[in-house]
């Protein structure tokens, strides 16, 4: 397994200096750095060739998320937008290419966060499929993993299980159509934790952990020991990477509900030392 993390664990707003926080993932220790891939459409090629390079000299690999915009609905019944919304994640997996990124990751298949207004779940099936499959064409010529993000409740009602996404991508029918799961919303959604990353199997591409409050694995009561038994069950060996938000307010406070601190007024020196010692508490739980 590989460990990374989110780089919003350091900031307020979804961007940032990706140089700078994978100096800081490798000096921590992770294998991983998850950065957000909006920001890469943003990026210019001589910019994407350094991070690139820089990333290959620290030896930390890139992972990239994205909540798509409403705008961007691959899932909305309006043509344009699903148009836009290819034609957007398929610029990014581009830029991803050029940068060596090999794993998309998120609600790929609607938008986030969701506002509930419309929630015709068997047209945003059918519809979220269709366009997934036309973007796995493009995720099988560039060798990147799509992996659906499977999200609680009160953040999606497309998929809120690994069940739920078994079957969505076995309908995409790509060997690139993979599961994300999340302890964090796992925890809300799946009877049992380990049973529901048996159940995605293969098919699992990428793992987000998290306490069921968001913060650093350890911190909380999530069964980390039984959660590695599971990842060890199916012999996964990708990406387990952190998304820990604990700092309130700015972008991610507010789309996260980050409503209180949860770093403990944590100085800059702390936050690394609490991720620091969650690296290696995970190391400990995961790998046997
Ligand atoms: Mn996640």
Redesign the pocket.
Known sequence: MKFGT?FAYWVREWKGDYALFAKKAAKIGFDILEISAGQLLRMSGKELDELRSLTKDLGISITS?IGPAKNKDVSSKNPAIRKAGIRSLTAIMHAMDRLDSRVL??VLYSYWPCDFREVDKKAAWELGIASVRDLAETAESLGIDLCL?V?NRFETYILNTCEEAVRYCKAVGSTRAKI?L?T??MNIEEDNIGDAIRLAGPRLGHF?V?EGNRKVPGKGHLPWNEIGKALRDIHYEKGVVM?PFVLSGGKVGSDIKVWRDLSGNATAEKMDKDIKASLKFLKQAFIK
């Open positions: 989110l998320n990751a998120g993000e999200v994300l999340d964090f919303h987000h998290g998304e």
